[in-house]
């Protein structure tokens, strides 16, 4: 064992960061905005979230009937037959998200500093609230400094209604986005899944399902969605290609996955909501036609079939504690998980000699425990698991990211701890740990690199206004 710290020692770079975290969660301003949600609704964060962007069973209501629930001031004409009615917000209901961070794998990357500072990682912008009479939107635009430009980011402009079906209560709405599960109401899909961020420094495995990410911020869909007797969910969406940044009309030479007609996407889900616990289980998936590289030509298809549970656990206290002072409060138990797993038959890239066969699955395993302690702290574990078919050209040998042995075998765990000192402001640390990346424990990428080389730890301050 040597003596003196090793090259790219997280202990510097991460006693400062904890010094300024520490510095910002004990500085309480006398007043503080809040995100443009809180502000239209009237209502505290916690209210809709445990802790961003985990949603309570209210939080789920306001997303599922539009986003335009308000006791804010408006401005407002009824409708007659000169005159179309208005409904519409005073004030604009536009949010900011900054967050800032700090990431250390175990081993540096080969030519590169350990320990990267962003400030910021990412700066957002939401236009989210009510438009009109039904009609409200989640809209995010994002600065990301490893790109250093601003770019659409997730986005959810909704329709939405309400009626009776069978004697009982339908909820329903039309749905505009650019990524599939970002309508969803859970947290237990892709889009708003554990976990709830994460580097974009760090290596990360090279295989993953398409519905689990592959076509985020580049589609864009329409679809329709209805909750019967506060139980039965069902969405479907079909989208198309909308790569941000190309030329229009587009030529896809860019990309690898530029969707031949649509790609229809599926969502069923049932709840069991009660006083203390909320169950939901689910199916979704996807099926995508694409040519790599054109819009014309051979195909590669892809069809993701998923699973999805949610379990969440609210446990009352009435007597006080160092999280809860003033009973009654609550603290919340979650577990959830989803599968996937992705069939393709990848004809285009065979063709062009970018795979070794072309029938290839993979199948992904993604869990996590979670535990609040109110809404201002809370701790959680997670495990993921990636298997498919062995591919020595698709996953070929390449330093850092990628395979010597041509598998996609990724496996490892998660470990989070978040602070939300204030409801605008949250202090997280997290901890990735690989056991197998891309298909070896040891000398994985052909280049003498092994997988815990790759854990992570991650440092973030978000703040919200």
Not at 25 to 52: I, M
Not at 143 to 149: N, Q
Request: net charge neutral; hydrophobic share 35%.
């Amino acid at each position: 064992m040597r003596s003196r710290p090793r090259q790219g020692s997280l202990l510097p770079p991460l006693t400062r960061f904890v010094f300024v975290l520490c510095v910002i969660a004990l500085y309480r301003p006398t007043a503080f905005a809040v995100p443009s949600y809180a502000r239209q609704t009237g209502y505290s964060c916690s209210q809709c979230h445990t802790t961003p962007p985990e949603l309570t069973a209210e939080g789920r209501d306001f997303k599922l009937n539009g986003y335009v629930l308000k006791a804010a001031p408006s401005i407002t004409a009824e409708s007659n037959k000169k005159t179309a009615a208005l409904d519409l917000l005073s004030t604009l209901p536009l949010s900011v998200w900054f967050q800032s961070s700090l990431t250390s794998t175990k081993s540096p990357q080969p030519g590169t500093q350990n320990g990267s500072v962003e400030f910021p990682q990412t700066l957002s912008f939401f236009l989210s609230g009510a438009w009109a009479t039904n009609v409200g939107s989640f809209l995010q635009v994002t600065y990301s400094a490893v790109d250093d430009h601003f770019s659409m980011d997730n986005t959810d402009i909704r329709y939405a209604n309400q009626s009776r079906l069978l004697g009982k209560n339908f909820n329903y709405g039309i749905t505009l986005n650019n990524n599939p599960t970002v309508e969803d109401l859970w947290n237990s899909t892709p889009a708003w899944g554990f976990p709830f961020f994460a580097s974009d420094v760090a290596p990360t495995p090279m295989a993953s399902a398409v519905i689990n990410g592959g076509l985020a911020q580049d589609v864009v869909g329409l679809g329709g969605y209805g909750l019967w007797n506060n139980q039965l969910y069902a969405a479907a969406t079909l989208y198309r290609s909308d790569h941000v940044g190309a030329s229009q009309p587009l030529t896809g030479q860019d990309s690898s996955l530029n969707i031949q007609g649509v790609a229809p996407y599926w969502r069923v889900a049932w709840q069991h909501p009660s006083k203390n616990n909320y169950f939901e289980i689910g199916t979704y998936g996807i099926h995508v036609s694409a040519t790599p590289g054109s819009v014309t030509g051979p195909k590669d298809t892809y069809t993701d079939v998923a699973a999805d549970f949610q379990y969440d656990a609210t446990l009352p206290r009435v007597a006080p504690d160092f999280f809860c002072q003033k009973p009654p409060c609550s603290n919340v138990l979650s577990f959830r998980g989803t599968y996937i797993r992705e069939t393709s038959k990848l004809d285009a890239t065979f063709g062009a000699e970018g795979a070794s066969q072309s029938s290839h699955h993979l199948n992904t395993l993604q869990a996590n425990a979670e535990y609040h302690f109110g809404n201002k702290v809370s701790t959680a574990v997670g495990f993921f698991n990636t298997t498919g078919t062995t591919d020595a050209v698709l996953y070929a040998p390449a330093e850092v990211s990628g395979s010597n042995n041509g598998s996609p075998q990724s496996n490892g765990y998660i470990l989070n701890l978040s602070w939300w000192p204030t409801m605008n402001i949250g202090l997280e640390a997290q901890y990735t740990g690989y056991t197998k990346f891309n298909g070896a424990k040891t000398n994985y990428d052909g280049s003498g690199r092994n997988a815990s080389a790759n854990n992570s730890t991650y440092l973030s301050a978000s703040f919200l206004f």
